[in-house]
Nanobody, 118 residues
Framework: VQLQASGGGLVQPGGSLRLSCVADGLQHYDYYAIAWYRQAPGKEREVVSCINNADATHYIDSVKGRFTISRVNARNTVYLQMNSLKTDDTAVYYC????????????WGQGTLVTVSS
């Protein structure tokens, strides 16, 4: 199983990026919850958003109204649309997968760097 995160880059404050997380080798993908985490320099990793197998979504307060998570099961892909980006959003973003009945994320992607700077 491999999760491939992509879509990071350098963007100015107020700009947008869309991250993608493709799961290779993950059977019954629609049974999995997928989350986006991020880790900024010198800070602990935090969950940003997640979407479960019923398409219920969750966001941390700091990104509500700016980020949107979505999934396309036919493509084994989850997206994170990030709008109105702020310098505080600068971090390495990771995606992770958890089977619906599990309490922990078992599979992790390699991370994609998002830099918000003028």
């Amino acid at each position: 199983v491999q999760l491939q995160a992509s879509g990071g880059g350098l963007v100015q404050p107020g700009g947008s990026l869309r991250l993608s997380c493709v799961a290779d080798g993950l059977q019954h993908y629609d049974y999995y919850a997928i989350a986006w985490y991020r880790q900024a320099p010198g800070k602990e990793r935090e969950v940003v958003s997640c979407i479960n197998n019923a398409d219920a979504t969750h966001y941390i307060d700091s990104v509500k109204g700016r980020f949107t998570i979505s999934r396309v099961n036919a493509r084994n892909t989850v997206y994170l649309q990030m709008n109105s980006l702020k310098t505080d959003d600068t971090a390495v973003y990771y995606c992770a997968a958890r089977y619906a009945a599990s309490t922990k994320y078992d599979y992790w992607g390699q991370g994609t760097l998002v830099t918000v700077s003028s």
